[in-house]
């Protein structure tokens, strides 16, 4: 099957840092992907639909400023939290669309 | 309104046993794709089956059977011989029309007892 990573797969930051978490679709182009975003033992949360080659479509109740998404190739989307705070502490996901969903492994943010 | 529903937030099986997961949903698009996902504590999110709306069987996949109710817009997940690494939560989840956008339920937290 398709393969999706994420990088990286934990992270640590302290408040008011910004921070970068990337997805690659390995073997395979995909013109859309999605971030979400997971508390513990709750659903995943659609935050946003990346678009390759244009801005990203964000749900409604996400800031579009602090959560930047850069989709700048067939294979590449970027998740940037900026001036991140200790509520923004999540599991976030990155799935990229083929036939169906492929989903990255996670990555765990702590912001201290 | 809520698309997908899933009831039970979690449920105990007892290790070689069967076990259904429910889950209902909602929408007036004739054309829509069903999955199941599974989710260990590791995060991962890992694909167990897909149902489409146009198909007259109901999907398989080794220990993994989807019943589906398409009047009654259920969509139940059965798992058979539950063995102990099925503890997880799994999700049900939803894409309609030609959108790749999943909605998922809330999820419920499968614990397999030995």
């Known amino acids: 099957g398709a393969v999706v990573s994420q990088h990286p797969s934990w992270v640590i930051c302290k408040s008011g840092t910004s921070v970068k978490i990337e997805c690659r679709s390995l073997?395979?182009?995909?013109?859309?992907m999605f971030w979400y975003r997971q508390f513990p033992k709750q659903s995943l949360m659609l935050m946003a639909t990346?678009?390759?080659?244009?801005?990203?479509?964000?749900e409604q109740g996400v800031e579009k400023d602090k959560f930047l998404i850069n989709h700048a190739s067939l294979t590449l989307s970027t998740l940037t939290v900026t001036s991140a705070h200790p509520e923004d502490s999540s599991f976030y996901i990155c799935?990229?669309?083929?036939?169906?969903?492929?989903f990255g492994p996670g990555t765990r943010l702590t912001v201290t | 309104a809520q698309k997908i529903t899933q009831t039970q937030p979690g449920m105990f099986v007892q290790e070689k046993e069967a076990v259904t997961l429910d889950c209902t949903y909602d929408?007036?698009?004739?054309?829509?794709?069903l999955f199941w996902y599974k989710q260990p504590s590791s995060g991962e999110m890992i694909f167990l089956i897909y149902?489409?709306?146009?198909?007259?069987q109901n999907a398989t996949e080794g220990r993994y059977s989807l019943n589906f109710q398409k009047a009654r817009k259920s969509a139940n997940l059965v798992i058979s011989a539950s063995q102990l690494g099925d503890s997880a939560m799994y999700f049900c989840?939803?894409?309609?029309?030609?959108?790749?956008?999943?909605?998922f339920g809330a999820g419920t937290t499968v614990t397999v007892r030995a």
């Open positions: 799935s990229a669309a083929g036939y169906e969903q492929y």
């Open positions: 073997d395979f182009q995909a013109t859309t």
């Open positions: 990346s678009n390759e080659g244009s801005k990203a479509t964000y």
């Open positions: 929408t007036s698009d004739p054309s829509y794709g």
């Open positions: 149902q489409g709306s146009y198909d007259q």
């Open positions: 989840a939803m894409r309609e029309g030609d959108d790749y956008k999943l909605s």
